[in-house]
């Protein structure tokens, strides 16, 4: 009867343990090294290296910087601006637009003068004999070579340094208030140009050459 009751109670502690599964992990288990089982998410690249490299990027691309766009669209040239051309008549040159009314020049007296027109640019076109003679620009329109109103004596002679002779009169200071500037282009063709002694900046362009009226 013993020997059934010994056999009947391990029976039994065999079904138990097969229910209840195997014994629970200990808590002091190392992690598993299986990679299938890892939660860790990719390494990020490091910060540092980002920023060199976008930095250096950056750096790679800055160069001298372009000039910036007429506000008028027009460049002044040693023969013309725009639609207006040196020796073209006063009806020829009212009838592009670019001009305004004409009125009394400075010099000669028998000159005639008109306000440019039709563009952001300012200055005036002067006629002489009912033909266009000089065109004066105070602002909105460079020369080719990217001389604008405002710009220094210095930045004036670097943009024509190799390129043409510059020659700055101070004699007409006393006078006049301003400084003159005579460039003649080694490939042909002059602009005349006033600058301000104060700022030694340019406040007028002109072709063929510049005048003064007292």
Do not use: H, K
């Amino acid at each position: 009867m013993r020997s059934s009751f010994r056999l009947a109670l391990a029976a039994a502690t065999l079904v138990l343990s097969a229910c209840g599964g195997g014994p629970a992990p200990s808590e002091d288990a190392a992690p598993s090294d299986d990679p299938t089982t890892s939660t860790a998410g990719p390494v990020a690249p490091s910060t540092s290296t980002a920023s060199t490299t976008t930095a250096g990027a950056t750096s790679s691309t800055v160069g001298p910087a372009e000039p910036a766009e007429p506000a008028s669209g027009l460049v002044l040239t040693p023969t013309g601006l725009g639609p207006l051309e040196l020796g073209m008549t006063e009806a020829a040159a009212s009838a592009t637009g670019a001009i305004g009314p004409l009125g009394p020049g400075c010099e000669p007296s028998e000159s005639r003068s008109a306000p440019l027109a039709g563009s952001a640019a300012t200055g005036s076109a002067d006629f002489v004999d009912g033909v266009l003679g000089s065109i004066f620009v105070t602002g909105g329109a460079p020369t080719e070579e990217g001389v604008a109103v405002g710009d220094s004596l210095a930045a004036l002679e670097a943009a024509y340094a190799g390129r043409a002779q510059v020659l700055v009169d101070r004699s007409v200071e006393r006078i006049f208030g301003v400084w003159t500037v005579t460039v003649s282009r080694n490939d042909g063709g002059s602009y005349g140009m006033l600058v301000d002694p104060a700022t030694q900046t340019v406040t007028r362009l002109a072709i063929p050459l510049t005048s003064l009226c007292d």
